[in-house]
C-alpha cells in the first residue's frame, strides 16, 4: 500500500475525530492532507499526554517535502 493511500485512508477513518479533519489542508494538487501549524501542535499535545499516561514511546518523524 503506498503512503498517499494510507494518509487518505486516514484521513477518511474515524480514528481523526472530525474536529481534527478541519484542520487538515490539502496540497495544491489536492492530493495530500496536512494540518495547520496550529492544529499540529495540538495534535501532538494530545499524543504527548497519551504516551504520558500509557508510558508507550512516541515516535515524530518530520519529512522536509518542500523539493
Do not use: C, V, W
Not at 498517499?4 to 474515524?14: A, M
Not at 495540538?42 to 508507550?56: C, P, V
Amino acid at each position: 500500500m503506498n503512503h498517499l493511500k494510507i494518509i487518505k485512508e486516514e484521513k477518511s477513518s474515524s480514528s481523526y475525530p472530525e474536529s481534527s479533519r478541519k484542520g487538515m489542508k490539502m496540497s495544491e494538487a489536492g492530493e495530500y492532507p496536512f494540518f495547520s501549524t496550529t492544529q499540529l501542535h495540538h495534535m501532538l499535545n494530545i499524543e504527548r499526554k497519551r504516551t504520558e499516561r500509557s508510558k508507550k514511546p512516541f515516535l515524530l518523524l518530520l519529512l522536509d517535502i518542500s523539493k
